[in-house]
């Protein structure tokens, strides 16, 4: 049975307090615990152990490692309007606690960190000013810089979104994540709630014609 407790941190010149806070991790060291409040403050959510797929990437028991991520690419017609995509991204993030997640280390196991909120960040940038037949490979060279840059996984935001307009009304939009998020949730809300969004604005703009 899964056991709770409860503790905030309140540190003085001479002791540091546990109380006050719900996490599912009942055995804490203090050595753990000041870690993650160094690292985290205040901003943690939940602490948890690794599940069973998760303790078996980190103990190198998978063919794949924690390191490993994947990147897609989509390739829309229409119109992205960025205010719109960003609160998307921002609904899809409160929705989803797996995008409000890292992996501390404290040395001898790691933990799963659930933040209480984290803002969207999402790369706008526009390629119109090159000729269609390079936009291919320019984004392939994105797409291959994109997949250099390395997670922390103890402290980055574990979603990189880039929207990069290549038309009038034509976009890519790159996605890159670590494996370890892309398992608990899916893309394609993401794109239902875009489009959600779009609609309900529509619809108040024309309630105020």
């Known amino acids: ?39 985290y403050g205040y901003q943690m959510e939940n602490v948890q152990v690794l599940d069973e797929w998760e303790q078996c990437l980190f103990n190198g028991q998978e063919i794949i490692s924690p390191a490993f991520y994947i990147q897609m690419l989509y390739k829309i017609k229409g119109t992205i309007v960025p205010e719109v995509f960003t609160e998307a991204v921002g609904k899809m993030i409160k929705k989803h606690a797996v995008l409000r997640q890292n992996f501390y280390s404290s040395g001898k196991r790691y933990l ?16 119109g000013g090159h000729p269609m037949r390079e936009l ?34 034509e976009y890519a939009v790159i996605v890159t994540q670590p494996q370890l998020v892309a398992n608990g949730w899916n893309i394609h809300e993401l794109f239902q709630e875009v489009l959600a969004n779009k609609a309900e604005i529509a619809e108040k703009e024309t309630e105020t014609r």
């Open 1 to 39: 049975m899964e056991e709770n407790i409860t503790y905030e941190r309140l540190r003085t010149s001479k002791q540091v307090h546990f109380d006050t806070k719900v996490f599912h991790v009942a055995d804490l060291s203090v050595e753990e615990r000041d870690g993650l409040f160094r690292t």
């Open 112 to 127: 799963k960190v659930t933040l209480r909120e984290r803002s969207p960040v999402v790369l706008y940038r526009s390629l």
């Open 136 to 169: 291919d490979t320019l984004l392939e060279q994105i797409m291959e810089a994109d997949l250099r840059r390395d997670f922390n996984l103890a402290t980055d935001r574990l979603l990189r979104l880039a929207v990069l307009r290549t038309g009038r009304e």
